[in-house]
Structures are given as C-alpha cells and as structure tokens.
C-alpha cells in the first residue's frame, strides 16, 4: 500500500498518482504466488509447493508493476530447490517460504519508471506469481508481441533458444554443412530448437525423445535425419540406436540428459568430438549418486572434448540469436511444441511433469490474460 | 643377412660396405626382441611375453641398423595389449607373435643411409628389442648427447616430457603466475614434468601420489606446494585431501589417473575449470566397466571443461617444447627420477611394475651399451 500525506505529498506524486492512490487504499490489490515449503528429495512432489495470498503494494518512485501473463517451468529450477548446505552450485538456491523465481512474461500495469510504459509487455524472472514489481531496468527485457507469441519468449526466442543457439554454436563449435549432430531430449524446449539450428545450418541430426509421438514429431515436422524412442530401446540399447542414426560417428553430442545417454554418445563419438553439457535431466531427482559414464577414457583415445555451460553467462550473444531466431521463425524455419498448464495454481504440477516427460515441447503455465489494451 | 656379388656389388657399397658386409656374413648378427604371446586380462603376468632369438639383417640401400641402448616402457602401452576386436583405440593394437614397440634409444652401427651415420644416436619407436633396422628418417631423430643423458630423450625430453608440456600449455591453457594446479601421479613420468612446468609458469601445485617417499620428494625437491599419498588417504576422502591442498578450488587438473581422483578433482574444480586428461592408469586393467564420475553434473553448473588428448597429435610443438625444456634443465630448474631395469629380458617386469606403482619416476630399461666411441 502506498503512503503519502496529502498535505506533503512526495516527490514527484501528481494529481493522478494521488487519485489511484487513494483508489487502491480502497480496493487492495492482492495476488497470489506460490513458495516452496521444503526442499524436495528425489522427484518434488505437490505437498512441498504452498499457494500464498499476498497484498500488492502501488509501485513508488522509479518501480512499475508487472501482471504476469505468461510463467516458464524449466528442469534447471530443480537445481535450485536444494538446501544450501547441500551443494555448492552457480545460482543461489530458492529461499523456503519465499516465492519461487523463474522466467515470465507479463505486461505493465502501473509504472513510475519512465524507461516502462503502462500497457508494455516484459520478459524477467518473476515467475511463480500473479503480480510483480520492479525497479530493475537492466534485467526486465521490453518485448515487442508483434514479432512472435508472447510465450515464445520464454521458449524459442527465449531463454532455452538461446541455451541451445549458445551450446550448439560457442561451446560446440558447430562445422556447418559437416558435422553429424545428436541431441539428446531432442523434442523438448531446448532440444527442439538446438535440432532445428543444427538442421539450417547444414549439419546430420538425430534425436531421442520419450515417446512414439514425440519421435514421429521430429521425424515428419522438425525433420531431423534419425530418431528413436529411448524408452522403447532400453538403455543398454542406445549404444547401439546411435551407429543405426549416425553410422559414422557423432562430431556433437549436445546432451540434455545425462546418464546412460551419455555414455552411448561417448561410444559413439568421432575423434576429437566435442560434447555439450546442457543438462543432464536423468540425475536431477537421484536420491543416491548417479553412475558417471564408465567409458571416459575414450576421451583420452578420442580426444574428446566435454564442456559443461550455462546460458547466462553468454547474454553478449543475445542480439545475435535474437536477430536470427526472428529471421528464422518469419521464414518458417522453426517451429515448436507447447505444454500450457492452465493457472498459476497448476504451476507445481506443470513443473513436476517435467520430469515424467509429461511435457511435449517447452512447458508454459498461463497465469492470467493481458488487461491493457494497446 | 646382406647379399652381394663380389664380382657386381650393389649400387653405393664401397670397399668399407664390402669388408663389413664379409664380416658379417661369416659372424651372423643375432639379436633378442620381445613378442607378445597373447593379449592380457587385468594386470599383465610375464607369462604373456617371449624372448625371442632372432637374426639381424644386414642394411640394405637406404637403411640403417640401430643398437638399443635405452627402451621406454609406459603406461599407455597397456591400450595396445588389446584384441583389435576388442575396442577403436587411436593406434593399432600390438600383433601377437610379433616384436612390441615403444620408444627407445640407441646407436647407429652401419648405415647406408646418408642421413644417419655410423656412432649417431637416435631415438625411434622400435623399443622391446635389442635391435633395429629401418629406412624411416621422419620418424627417427638424431639427438645429441651433450643436452642431457641419453635415457632423457624417453623422459623429461622426450615423449613424457611433451606430453606434460602439451597437456598444461595446449590443452589445459595455463594461466601463468595464476592457476591453481593439481597433477595426480605426480611423482611420475609424466607427473613430475607437468609439476614443474606449471611451478616455473608461477602456479600453485598439488600433487598425489602412491608412497610417503615420493611424497616427500614432491615437496622437497620437486617442491610442490602440497603433496599428499592418496594410498594413506583412502579413495573416498581425496576430495577433502583436495579441499586441504586447494581451499579455493583448482583452476587445472592434469589427470593421470581417472576414477576417483577425477571423481575427486570434478568436486573441487572452480568455475570455469579445466580438466586435461591425459590417462587413467586406474582403469587400464579393469576387467569390467569402471564406475565414472558420479558428480558429473558439476561440469554443467561450473562450467568445467573435460579434454582428452594424445601427445602426438602435437608434435607442431616438438620444438618449442624442446627448447623450453633444453632451456630449464640447464638453468638446473627441471629434475626427475628414473627407475632403471636391467637387460631386455626384464622389460616385462618393468612394464608391469608400472601398474603396481614400482616405478618412482620414468621406468626404463637398459638394453644395452653404446659400442661406438664418439
């Protein structure tokens, strides 16, 4: 809730600030977000999420305030749901009985920060919640809706566009027209969009999904070369799924999963390969410490080459993937699957299907509809 | 044997070649060389090799016959002792039945070629035997005698010592005056080379290895900046040994060794980290599949890189390291330990010992004397 006194009011209230003022003294905005009771061991289940009622304060001097529209769910957010004491890892772990953080996509509703318009659509990470305020002109990204859906930025142009852009091209160093490329998890948010840049860019690509429908989806609409189901061939059986797709070899192994997928690729891979740690989904939920690949030393004989990253830290890349991506999706070159979750209440459950495979595509939770008209 | 007509002798025989070749044909030139009888499960037995008496041929036009002096036994020679059915390694297996090969150092005695002449020192790759021919001037180097003793050219200047060169400079892009380094079998071939390297490029250093003695001769004489015996430690608290020896992480891990030490090392490394790996004497006789890194993850979270390389693949830097290298052991800055068997007949010996951490320093045998005064 704002205060003022009439009589002094503060710098920079004008009349009509002073009238919503007293508007919202009247009717208190309230939203609701969601926090994490306690960290999860092994897959998070619903009990350890909590539906929280909070008031929304008006935004003061320099803040805007932000309805969400749109939230991300994303298999990283399990790595932050660890006890500090537990881990030493790149981003903080969320805060108990804090609201949960991550990637959304919602539009300004009252603003006293003159770099934000009412009516603006924004990209920043205060997903989890119905409302958000917000000082921080750096790391709020404006969003133009004309250029693509509005949840698109939190998926192909995006944070895991840009994950698969920054893996394929600066950490996997990717020969255009050359290389044979395998992607790992190759129809979901990342995945999806790393197959299709391998694809423009000349290269062999081959992909493992979860499902039979997801493989038809690579084969006929992404268009990769090769694909399996990994669950139907068994993990001791990826070795071999993989000198079926790429007979050769593989230059690239841009992996999402981890585990077993792992050490099929390192089977599998060409003299001086080079693998892309992206994420490694299979092991976010161990309760006991997963099984490393047991084939390493190929990486001595093979000069192989593993590197892990995380997409933050190449942000200097990202005007140049958004100028592609947005060529690229105008020309009709990629295209995407969705999982919408219906209501912010729903977003624990999206979350947790993530790693039941429940998502085809990127996993999007719809928090509420845009209320300013342009 | 060498076969001419006195009445029309070959093309280049002069009266010397006439006299020697007359020589030898009335005392044949015999020699032993070693063969492998079959390929090895787990640690190699000597009951796997051979003595084999064979006859020494006489040059022909182009060729030279070499004296061994010296030969290398090392461990990556274990890769070699493998079925070719068995596995894709970088070079071919050893044939069964047939000489091994390795590196070795020895004397021209005849020559009829113009590259090499009689008394020259060489070093080939035609160890495990007593002596050689060959027309190959590429692959053959002539050294000098006076940078350093012979038995050097098989270690600190030769293979071990590029292969530590190539693995910190190329590979692991040490940051001089900066990195914190840890080298596991530190006190070896290989091991105490990058030590020192990396001392004279102005980093910390630690190293491990498998016996008090050769820790201490680690920290006061290679003078590492801490040592420790991963024997004493036992293999599941190398972590917290790591933790003592680099409180602020490690920058660079030369690895040796492979199963828990890079377990060990991957908890430790900082952001960004960089992890050479150069070999896994820990996994070469392993008769099932060894267990990899569990913590694999922390590669995607820290960034950390994984690269396997092979020292030939370098050889560009022969050069530069050889003047590097010429450069410190002058200055008195590079001094190492070698571990001599005696005679051909105990190469086998040697070359197990190497798994048993028999070796302190480079293992070598010596074949024989040089027989040609300069």
């Known amino acids: 809730m704002y205060e003022f006194s009439i009589d002094k009011p503060p710098k920079g209230i004008n009349k009509y600030n002073i009238y919503l003022g007293i508007m919202f003294d009247m009717v208190q905005r309230t939203g609701q977000e969601i926090h994490l009771k306690q960290y999860p061991s092994g897959i998070p289940t619903e009990e350890i ?212 997928h792992l050490e099929a690729a390192i089977d599998n891979m060409k003299t001086f390969g080079r693998i892309v740690l992206c994420g490694m989904i299979s092991q976010y939920n161990t309760t006991t410490p997963p099984l490393g690949p047991s084939n390493l030393f190929l990486a001595v004989t093979n000069r192989i080459r593993l590197e892990g990253f995380i997409v933050r830290d190449h942000y200097d890349l990202l005007n140049e993937f958004h100028s592609s991506m947005t060529k690229w999706i105008n020309e009709g070159k990629i295209i995407w699957k969705e999982t919408i979750a219906e209501g912010l209440v729903n977003a624990p459950r999206a979350f947790i299907g993530l790693f039941k495979g429940e998502n085809f595509g990127k996993m999007i939770v719809k928090v509420g509809q845009n209320t300013i008209e342009e």
Chains 1, 2 share one sequence.
């Open 49 to 260: 999420f909590e539906v929280v009622d909070v008031n929304i304060p008006e935004p003061k001097e320099g803040e805007f305030l932000v309805k969400n529209i749109w939230m991300s769910v994303d298999p990283y957010m399990r790595g932050r749901m660890r006890s500090p004491k537990e881990t030493k890892t790149y981003i903080d772990p969320f805060q108990l009985n804090k609201p949960l953080e991550g990637g959304c996509v919602g539009q300004v509703l009252q603003s006293k920060n003159n770099q934000f318009r009412v009516g603006d659509y924004v990209l920043g990470n205060f997903g989890w919640r119905e409302y958000w305020l917000s000082s921080d002109s750096q790391n709020v990204m404006k969003i133009n809706p004309k250029i693509a859906p509005l949840q698109s930025f939190l998926g192909a142009l995006g944070m895991p566009g840009l994950t698969a852009y920054v893996g394929l091209v600066s950490i996997g160093k990717l020969n255009e027209g050359k290389d044979t490329v395998f992607v790992s998890a190759a129809s979901g948010a990342v995945g999806s969009i790393a197959c299709q840049i391998a694809k423009i860019k000349g290269c062999q690509v081959v992909g493992s999904a979860g499902s039979e429908e997801k493989v038809e989806w690579l084969l006929d609409d992404v268009k990769v070369d090769h694909a399996f189901n990994y669950k139907t061939s068994g993990e001791n059986n990826l070795s071999s799924e993989l000198k079926k797709g790429c007979p050769k070899g593989i230059d690239l192994y841009f992996d999402n999963v981890g585990g077993k």
